[in-house]
């Protein structure tokens, strides 16, 4: 069984009331520890409530090196 942690999370909002958010995770089992990161997509309901879009979100292993190529890639996009 894999339990899933958040160590950090922040949300970037964007148009009336979507949101971007950015966490890094780590999936523990009892093979050991993976740290990621995710980016998921999702919405503010009415009420204000946090809602994720199925189907919206990607993990990036925790590598300095990929995170940065990744980042400057989108900075260029």
């Known amino acids: 069984m894999v339990e899933f942690k958040t160590l950090s999370s922040?949300?970037?909002k964007f148009g009336k009331n979507n949101f971007v958010e950015v966490a890094r995770k780590v999936a523990v089992?009892?093979?050991g520890e993976n740290e990621f990161v995710s980016l998921s997509?999702?919405?503010?309901?009415?009420?204000?409530?946090k809602r994720y879009a199925r189907g919206k979100n990607i993990?990036?292993?925790?590598?300095?090196?990929?995170?940065?190529?990744?980042?400057?890639?989108?900075?260029n996009s």
């Open 10 to 12: 922040e949300d970037i």
């Open 29 to 31: 089992s009892d093979e």
């Open 41 to 49: 997509r999702g919405f503010f309901t009415e009420e204000g409530e």
């Open 59 to 75: 993990a990036l292993p925790a590598d300095s090196d990929l995170l940065k190529k990744v980042s400057e890639l989108l900075a």
